[in-house]
């Protein structure tokens, strides 16, 4: 079993870094926790494609579902 998944960590999948590399409107931290509900910590990790907490994963997924409804919703385990 892969560590991320034992220690509750998951990476978000490519489609929703994608979008959100489209929404973003600056990467500082108070644009990134304006727009997304992340600090820029958490974003470099979604980003480089690093896990991250499975209830910030769902989190933010859903923050860029209300941005932007036509976005996927899933992620990678």
Known sequence: MNEAKRSGLIVIGKDVVDRMLH??????????N???????NSWRKVIAGRPVRSSMAARLIQRVESIDPGAPDSFSA
């Open 23 to 32: 929404l973003e409107t600056g990467r500082t931290d108070e644009a990134l």
């Open 34 to 40: 304006a727009r997304f509900g992340i600090s820029y």
